[in-house]
């Protein structure tokens, strides 16, 4: 979770804003965005549903970057 957060905060001052500004755009405490930018604490998806609304964004899912099973048949043969 900690990348999320991260990319939140980056968001977040591309877009100029403090965290008390954003957490007031998202209808949430500042405290709780605190500890989503951390990476820390259990938050439900809401509120990264309320993050990205309140950034003008969306979530997106991408496949992993994960070697193939040759690649790492190749990487453990002796």
Do not use: C, N, W
Not at 26 to 52: D, T
């Amino acid at each position: 979770m900690s990348d999320i957060g991260q990319q939140i905060r980056l968001l977040r001052k591309r877009r100029g804003l403090t965290q008390a500004a954003l957490a007031e755009r998202a209808g949430m405490a500042r405290s709780k965005l605190v500890l989503l930018e951390q990476g820390s604490g259990s938050v439900a998806f809401e509120s990264y549903a309320r993050i990205a609304a309140a950034l003008d964004a969306a979530f997106r899912l991408e496949p992993a970057q994960r070697p193939a099973f040759e690649e790492l048949a190749e990487h453990y043969r002796e």
